[in-house]
Structure formats: C-alpha cells, structure tokens
C-alpha cells in the first residue's frame, strides 16, 4: 500500500509521482480493508511503504482495522525521519518487519535527502530498528554519484552490527527526476557486498 506525502526529495525516487499528497488517485480506505477482508485466506501479509508512511496521520489505527480482518504480518518501509512514531508502532506490536533506506553518511544525508532533515532522528530510528523490530533490513540503492568507498565505509559504521543490509541496483526510468545519475557495475555491486560482510550479519544484492 503506497502512501503519498514525504518529508526527503531524493533525486533517484522512484514513487516521485507520490511525494505531493495532493496527487488525484487516492484509494478509499474501505476499499482497502474490503480487498483484505475477500483475500484473507490468500494473502499473508501487507507491506506499507510510499513515500513516506510514518507522515500519515491516523497509520496505527489503520493497521488495527487491518488486524481485525486477519492477523495479517505488516512490513514498514521508512526513511528513518520519524523514530517516535515508529517505536510507538514497534512497542504495540504492530509490526513484524521493518526496511528502513540508509541515504548516504550522516555528513551526506542533506545532501542526498536534499532537504534539512534532523541526523539525530535518523541515528535513534537506525538504534530502535537494530533493538526492538522483531525482524528488519537496512538497505541503500547505490549510486555512484553518491557512495564512493569512503562514503560506503562511513554508511557502513553507521549500521555496524545489523542483521541484515540489501544493496539495491539504481536503474532509470521516467519517475526519476534525475537523469544524469549512474548505476553501479555487477562486478563494483559485489565488491561493496563484500566489504559490507565485514560489518553486516547478511549482505543481499537486489537488481
């Protein structure tokens, strides 16, 4: 379930279309529990991404309603921006997995994030991630433009220790705003997840 509205501007978003919570297709939240409600005995879970949903008034009452039709496993994908919010989910229980975007280093996230964002927020979202999700990932779309080896080294301190950190192919399309970033290699992708294994329990390539 894609929720509009997002507090970052990356340039490499690909749900750019979503940022602006005044986009024209919205979904009624009855349909949604209805479609849940019809394949509860198909579906297992439900991933609540965006842009980003911890901007969403109202989440945790939605995910009750959600609970109520099945105990349905929830996945949350943020950037990190909202570490209270997400704890207060975390402590009712309400979610099973959490993917949590790592940007950049801290002395790069404005940068990349390309707006004033507070870097304290993202360190305590990093630490209640790593403490209290029953099961998570951290995960970086690489770009060259962005993480150089000094950079990665730098991200990698940062999430020292975590169970579990996916780096993820950049590809182009229509939906990035940016036109002139570069992908990683197969072959520099693989080189990153080997360093990254000195630091991280599981390194996975998604392309």
Same mark, same amino acid.
């Given at each position: 379930?894609?929720?509009?509205?997002?507090?970052?501007?990356?340039?490499?978003?690909?749900?750019?279309?979503?940022?602006?919570?005044?986009?024209?297709?919205?979904?009624?939240?009855?349909?949604?529990?209805?479609?849940?409600?019809?394949?509860?005995?198909?579906?297992?879970?439900?991933? =609540?991404?965006?842009?980003?949903? &911890?901007?969403?008034?109202?989440?945790?009452?939605?995910?009750?309603?959600?609970?109520?039709?099945?105990?349905?496993?929830?996945?949350?994908?943020?950037?990190?921006?909202?570490?209270?919010?997400? @704890?207060?989910?975390?402590?009712?229980?309400?979610?099973?997995?959490?993917?949590?975007?790592?940007?950049?280093? &801290?002395?790069?996230?404005?940068?990349?994030?390309?707006?004033?964002?507070?870097?304290?927020?993202?360190?305590?979202?990093?630490?209640?991630?790593?403490?209290?999700?029953?099961?998570?990932?951290?995960?970086?779309?690489?770009?060259?433009?962005?993480?150089?080896?000094?950079?990665?080294?730098?991200?990698?301190?940062?999430? @020292?220790?975590?169970?579990?950190?996916?780096?993820?192919?950049?590809?182009?399309?229509?939906?990035?705003?940016? @036109?002139? =970033?570069?992908?990683?290699?197969?072959?520099?992708?693989?080189?990153?997840?080997?360093?990254?294994?000195?630091?991280?329990?599981?390194?996975?390539?998604?392309?």
């Amino acid at each position: 379930m894609f929720f509009s509205g997002c507090n970052f501007d990356c340039a490499y978003c690909h749900n750019a279309g979503i940022i602006d919570t005044k986009q024209e297709h919205k979904i009624d939240e009855q349909e949604v529990l209805d479609f849940l409600h019809k394949r509860k005995n198909i579906l297992e879970g439900v991933c =609540l991404t965006g842009a980003e949903c &911890l901007m969403s008034g109202g989440l945790e009452q939605f995910i009750l309603k959600i609970k109520a039709i099945k105990d349905y496993k929830i996945k949350l994908d943020t950037n990190g921006a909202y570490p209270d919010a997400l @704890k207060q989910l975390l402590d009712k229980g309400l979610v099973d997995y959490v993917a949590m975007d790592i940007k950049g280093s &801290l002395e790069n996230y404005l940068k990349i994030a390309r707006v004033n964002i507070n870097i304290d927020a993202i360190k305590k979202s990093i630490d209640i991630i790593k403490t209290h999700a029953p099961d998570y990932e951290f995960r970086t779309t690489l770009i060259k433009e962005y993480h150089s080896k000094a950079e990665f080294f730098s991200m990698l301190d940062l999430i @020292k220790g975590a169970k579990r950190y996916a780096l993820q192919e950049y590809i182009k399309s229509e939906n990035v705003r940016a @036109k002139d =970033l570069t992908a990683f290699s197969k072959e520099e992708t693989d080189e990153y997840a080997g360093l990254a294994k000195e630091y991280i329990k599981e390194v996975l390539i998604r392309n």
